[in-house]
């Protein structure tokens, strides 16, 4: 499975952007993977900022980004989606999607497939 992430870039705070995390590979339509957005900040831990299970559609955010980001998916193209509103400098990191076949949410170290990550800058 790979996973390929794309939409990062520098905005302004209370501005937004829009994450997309495309999935290949011949195995990945035959696991039930829960898919997950991490990000990790210079000098912190990564963290989970919200999941989306594949087949029911269930979502879980971070309490730090509950009501000003959307995770979503395409079942048809295989990806999954962030949409990132109200962005604030806190939010400024490395953002990377995740699947994970063991947990819900998906979990650091536990995820069995990253991306490669894409940079989210906010600026004040």
């Known amino acids: 499975v790979q996973l390929v992430e794309s939409g990062g870039g520098l905005v302004q705070a209370g501005g937004r952007l829009r994450l997309s995390c495309a999935a290949s590979?011949?195995?990945?339509?035959?696991?039930?993977?829960?898919m997950g957005w991490f990000r990790q900040a210079p000098g912190k831990e990564r963290a989970i900022v919200a999941a989306?299970?594949?087949?029911?559609?269930?979502?879980y955010y971070a309490d730090s980004v509950k009501g000003r980001f959307t995770i979503s998916r395409d079942t048809t193209k295989n990806t999954v989606y962030l949409q990132m509103n109200s962005l604030k400098l806190e939010d400024t990191a490395v953002y990377y999607c995740?699947?994970?076949?063991?947990?819900?949410?998906?979990?650091?170290?536990?995820?069995?497939?990253w991306g490669q990550g894409t940079q989210v800058t906010v600026s004040s």
């Open positions: 995740a699947a994970d076949r063991s947990n819900w949410p998906p979990r650091s170290n536990g995820a069995d497939y």
């Open positions: 590979g011949r195995t990945f339509g035959s696991w039930t993977y829960a």
């Open positions: 989306i299970s594949w087949r029911g559609g269930n979502t």
